[in-house]
């Protein structure tokens, strides 16, 4: 007599504790909206109706750093607002994570100089890095679902 003949039609689930955690944490990321520059319309046209970030949990771009764990830096840091960045970063709950939306939060793009940090990374740790001058929607997409994909194969051992 086979667990099918016991379980009926009811069915069973078997999965590991990470599997579920690590699902809960793909589905319900709240972004925090921080957008500095051109990449931030293209930031909110992945919100609008076309693209439709909503399919991914995310509802809408949070203002508070208190209640979000995904930070979407989308344009160029300056110097002055890099200690502003750190703070909103420290203020997130854990697990946080971060993606760098477009040339100029990546490497600074085309702004080679003393004013523009050469990369969100100097002042924050980076997941995932969103190519182009101004990244598509559908870029700021395949971001996430790398940092899904990200996400999902966290062990236990990483969660300290």
Avoid at 104 to 129: K, L
Wanted: charged share 20%; aromatic share 6%.
């Amino acid at each position: 007599m086979g667990i099918e003949q016991k379980a009926g039609n009811l069915g069973v689930v078997t999965t590991t504790l990470e599997q579920v955690v690590n699902w809960s944490r793909t589905n319900s990321m709240w972004p925090m909206l921080f957008g500095l520059a051109c990449c931030a319309i293209e930031m909110m046209g992945a919100q609008a109706a076309t693209y439709d970030m909503s399919r991914f949990g995310m509802e809408l771009m949070r203002a508070s750093p208190r209640q979000s764990d995904l930070m979407i830096v989308a344009g160029r840091v300056t110097r002055k607002m890099a200690p502003v960045l750190r703070r909103l970063y420290d203020q997130m709950p854990d697990p946080k994570w971060v993606v760098a939306m477009g040339d100029c939060a990546s490497c600074g793009g085309i702004f080679n100089n003393y004013a523009i940090v050469q990369g969100v990374d100097e002042i924050v740790p980076v997941d995932v890095y969103v190519a182009g001058c101004p990244p598509r929607p559908e870029a700021l997409i395949h971001g996430i679902m790398t940092l899904h994909e990200k996400v999902r194969k966290e062990k236990l051992s990483q969660w300290t």
